[in-house]
């Protein structure tokens, strides 16, 4: 099973199949580059001029696909990831049921890349260094994140108007955008007690480890976005700081309640006791939809999480969302 926290398999690094060579060797032959002019999109390494017209499109940063299938593009390759991504509905719905062909989970499969000959190929959701970019650059124009942010902590709003730009989309992206904006605003509104609450995320506890998510990481964009403050302590944590977790809510990312009951000490918790604990697991569409943070994944999530967060909040039972 790949479903595990991005931030476990991002520490492999960039697997690069020795028929690819070092990544100063010669990279496999690029596809024929299109010849119109498109968009300069600038980035952390300067800028990319992205052909006109991009009609195959590679994406290899671990959420990338997300964002442009929002944007109506289905893309020729892609980072794999979670290996339930092709049945989670937005994305049934917007490759006909047929989901996208993906490789790499370990690392960047230039191979791969390659061979899909892409006009393009995204990177924004990648920690990538200038020898990495190079070597993508010969198969292929390259854009990765802007400089204004740490690698991987680039906000999705920002994530996707950069990609609708690389895309001559720009006018759906921002669409998207303020659609999403929107459906936050009201949520804000109708559940005004959400702003201030500390909600912690744990994420990957199935087998006894703990790792809390803090403000600002993509993965709990809904979160922040909603109005929760976020503790201060991110990274794994022992099971003798549980204490941590105790706060207004906890959401569970990537374990059943069930399965959590092992623990003496967690179970101990006022904030499971008081039933104020949602969970999830790695297979739910849920947690699938909060990891790839597209605007279609949002708004999944939204309808799924707003109910249960205020049920949390105002003392009222919450759903099991094991397979939400």
């Avoid at 906890?250 to 967690?266: E, I, K, R």
């Avoid at 790839?292 to 309808?303: F, I, M, N, W």
């Avoid at 909040?313 to 099991?320: K, S």
Wanted: proline share 6%.
């Amino acid at each position: 099973m790949r479903q595990f926290p991005r931030y476990v398999v991002a520490v492999v690094g960039f697997v690069v199949l020795a028929a690819c060579g070092s990544p100063g060797g010669g990279a496999t032959a690029p596809a024929a580059p299109a010849t119109a002019a498109g968009p300069v999109v600038e980035h952390k390494f300067g800028s990319t001029e992205v052909p006109a017209n991009v009609e195959r499109v590679a994406t290899v940063g671990w959420n990338d696909q997300d964002f442009v299938l929002s944007l109506g593009v289905v893309p020729v390759v892609t980072r794999a990831w979670f290996d339930d991504y092709d049945t989670y509905p937005w994305v049934q719905k917007a490759t006909g049921g047929k989901g996208v062909e993906a490789a790499g989970s370990d690392g960047i499969d230039y191979e791969a890349v390659a061979a899909a000959r892409p006009d393009l190929i995204l990177a924004i959701y990648e920690t990538v260094d200038q020898p990495t970019y190079d070597r993508l650059s010969k198969i292929a124009p390259t854009v990765v994140q802007s400089a204004d942010y740490a690698d991987e902590e680039t906000p999705w709003d920002v994530q996707l108007l950069t990609t609708g730009k690389a895309l001559s989309r720009e006018d759906r992206a921002r669409t998207l955008v303020d659609q999403v904006n929107a459906r936050i605003a009201d949520a804000r509104a109708a559940h005004p007690a959400f702003a201030g609450k500390v909600l912690v995320e744990d994420i990957g506890p199935e087998n006894g480890g703990h790792y809390l998510i803090g403000k600002g990481d993509p993965r709990r964009t809904l979160f922040d976005a909603l109005g929760f403050d976020a503790q201060e302590t991110t990274g794994d944590v022992s099971e003798e700081q549980l204490s941590l977790l105790d706060r207004d809510i906890l959401f569970v990312n990537g374990a059943t309640a069930q399965q959590m009951a092992a623990s003496p000490v967690f179970s101990r918790l006022a904030v499971v006791r008081d039933g104020r604990t949602l969970y999830t697991t790695f297979d739910s569409p849920l947690s699938g939809a909060l990891s790839y943070s597209g605007p279609d994944a949002l708004l999944y999530a939204l309808d799924v999480l707003v109910p249960q967060l205020a049920n949390a909040v105002e003392g009222r039972p919450v759903a099991d969302l094991s397979n939400a």
